[in-house]
């Protein structure tokens, strides 16, 4: 049985990351892919939604990483998830498009849930390839990205008295 074309999903090795092949040059013969590292399904549906709408490797890679974001994939993933060792949590991302070769990151991305969405602006609005901390948070929030916001939850902070208490 033959696959359907629009309709492979790939799930690989144990790291976040969501890959689509292939849109930018789709012919009567190609035809774009959607490879997720791990099996968080809603945001390998949602990049696949962006696909199928038209829209750009980099728009559709976008759309899945922030649907992962926001429903805390796995529990580690976006805001509440896991601290850092002063209990606090931070963000971290990375994109980048693989026509162009440009890079866009955040790291211990404090105040702003919308990591992946601030990677892409860092790509996209700097000469820089990775933001950290404090100045990633002042950069994404001067470029429009909602915050300052507090990124622990309760389970994240439970968590990390849990494992302060057993050091």
Known sequence: MAAKPFNIIFLLLP????????????????????????????????????????SSAVDSVVEGCSACEELRCDGTVGPGGSPDENGETT????????????????????????????????????????????????????????GPTNLSSPESMEKWAKWKDSR
């Open 91 to 146: 963000i971290d991302a990375l994109i980048m498009d693989g026509v162009t070769m440009e890079v866009g990151a955040v790291a211990a991305m404090r105040y702003v849930k919308d990591g992946i969405k601030a990677a892409r602006l860092v790509m996209q609005h700097t000469e820089h390839t990775l933001l950290v901390g404090e100045k990633a948070s002042e950069f994404a929030i001067s470029m429009g990205l909602p």
């Open 15 to 54: 790291l976040l990351s969501l890959v689509v092949v292939g849109h930018e040059t789709v012919k009567s013969e190609q035809y774009p892919l959607v490879v997720s590292t791990w099996p968080f399904i809603e945001a390998v549906r949602a990049a696949w939604r962006a696909v199928d709408a038209g």
